[in-house]
């Protein structure tokens, strides 16, 4: 019923910028909550950013360089990734789920839809 597309990854050097978007179409009225995982060669997904109720919530490898933010008007959730590092070298996935996490990020396995993923490179 949601269908999530995630958009402007790219390679960038160290100390670069990069902002991610992600488009929700479908039945948009039943997400609660937005998040921006990732998962790099070897290793499992990790959280990276999420928003739900007007709260933001990041994994402690990423305050303070990256912010999320939402435009409703656009269903469209976007990361903004300042002071990009090698260790942020991964393919980042949007997510959505249907209901509230409480304070806190959340595990992957309660977000419902994904996207199919936009792979980010820093040299």
């Known amino acids: 019923h949601v269908q999530l597309v995630e958009s402007g990854g790219g390679s960038v050097q160290a100390g670069g910028s990069l902002r991610l978007s992600c488009g929700a179409s479908?039945?948009?009225?039943?997400?609660?909550?937005m998040a921006w995982f990732r998962q790099a060669p070897g290793k499992e997904r990790e959280g990276v950013a999420a928003?739900?109720?007007?709260?933001?919530y990041y994994a402690d490898s990423v305050k303070g360089r990256f912010t999320i933010s939402q435009d409703t008007a656009k269903n469209t959730v976007y990361l903004q990734m300042n002071s990009l590092n090698a260790e942020d070298t991964a393919m980042y996935y949007c997510a959505a789920g249907r209901t509230y996490g409480g304070w806190r990020l959340g595990f992957a396995s309660e977000y419902n839809y994904w996207g199919q993923g936009t792979q980010v490179t820093v040299s």
């Open positions: 479908g039945y948009t009225y039943n997400i609660k909550r």
């Open positions: 928003i739900s109720g007007g709260s933001t």
